[in-house]
């Protein structure tokens, strides 16, 4: 079988940039063409495909790329708030589609998204690659084996540095971005959903901005996304679910921390160390299982290793012509989570979800 399939990228900022490193790895997977409106990008964009050997074609213009490369996949790497309007020319041209996160910054566009997605007869995949990290695949799959038995509490901690600066600072508000919940946070919504196979049917958040950006000013405005949180989430099954988000806390050694806890005792896993920590409710003692990812993968991106492994995902399924494993409908509830949360804390009051099965 032929494995060769062309590939693009719309928007070559920082993820646009790690996309390219990740493909480079990927056999079979050709990057051709890359576009951004920004010449900064777009340089630095031109100066990595030189690096990586790739032989790519330059664009300003989507529009323009798309007519002119033709190629079998694009990789939507924009800002977020383009997202709803950037991807919907890709789709017409029936190519496959990777998407990055958030999927919308509103909850009303990622449902019409996801409508308009549920008949596409092409690829369609929303890079929710936190799923792809080994040690949490690892963690998900014993989870799933009912190791610790029947999830009771789930726990999500991401105790990190501030935003990065990216061009013309748009991820300093919240009309661009979703804000923080949906923006960086639908990671980890989607992580809740994935280990708990259960969907959300209660938030209640409490956060704000009580450090980083506030003697930041961009066009007279002070930014105002929050910078922590802590969310809890009731799911259908029983299930509750807590996320605990810090981004002023660059000191800390493990950046992210997940543990689930169930009648027969608690897995936790933490990055980096990646490692996987059993700790049975018998008193046996804890049994460690370190997990390795190869280091070309982590040298790759700053997402210990998970584009690389998504990518490859999503390769095979385009060259197979089978499902995405993270979809529309996936994206589109990692949105809604993330509103709801953001919701809560504006409000002071939990809020309900619903989910339709069709959503």
């Not at 600072?169 to 960086?184: A, I, M, P, S, Y």
């Not at 990055?271 to 040298?299: F, H, K, M, N, Y």
Request: aromatic letters at 8%; a negative charge.
């Amino acid at each position: 079988m032929n494995e060769r399939r062309t590939y693009a990228i719309i928007g070559c900022g920082m993820m646009g940039r790690e996309h390219m490193r990740n493909l480079a790895l990927v056999p079979g997977a050709e990057l051709i063409a890359i576009c951004d409106p920004d010449a900064g990008s777009l340089k630095a964009a031109q100066q990595q495909a030189e690096i990586l050997n790739q032989s790519v074609r330059l664009f300003d213009d989507s529009a323009a790329m798309l007519a002119a490369a033709k190629p079998d996949a694009v990789i939507v790497a924009s800002p977020n708030f383009t997202h709803f309007d950037v991807v919907q020319p890709v789709m017409e041209t029936g190519c496959a589609v990777l998407l990055e996160k958030p999927m919308c910054t509103e909850p009303a566009d990622a449902r019409a998204l996801a409508e308009a997605a549920s008949v596409y007869p092409g690829l369609f995949w929303v890079g929710l690659e936190y799923r792809y990290m080994p040690p949490v695949t690892r963690f998900a799959e014993r989870v799933h084996a009912r190791e610790a038995g029947d999830i009771k509490m789930l726990a999500i901690r991401e105790h990190r540095f501030p935003f990065l600066v990216k061009v013309g600072d748009w991820n300093r508000f919240n009309r661009n971005t979703g804000g923080t919940l949906v923006e960086k946070c639908c990671h980890f919504f989607d992580l809740m959903r994935h280990i708990l196979r259960d969907e959300p049917v209660r938030i209640f958040a409490s956060g704000a901005q009580d450090v980083n950006h506030l003697d930041e000013l961009y066009g007279g405005e002070v930014p105002d996304i929050i910078d922590n949180a802590f969310v809890l989430v009731d799911f259908a099954g029983g299930a509750r679910a807590v996320l605990d988000l810090c981004m002023f806390a660059e000191g800390s050694q493990q950046q992210e921390e997940i543990s689930a806890v169930g009648p027969l005792g608690k897995l936790e896993v933490k990055l980096p160390a990646a490692e996987i920590i059993w700790s049975p409710r018998d008193r046996s003692g804890a049994v460690i299982e370190p997990v390795a990812t190869p280091q070309d993968a982590l040298d790759a991106g700053s997402h210990h290793g998970a584009s690389y492994f998504q990518l490859s995902h999503f390769h095979r399924a385009l060259v197979n012509g089978t499902r995405a494993q993270v979809d529309a409908r996936d994206g589109y509830r990692s949105v809604v989570m993330g509103a709801a949360a953001q919701q809560s804390i504006a409000t002071g009051q939990p809020v309900d979800i619903r989910f339709d099965e069709e959503d």
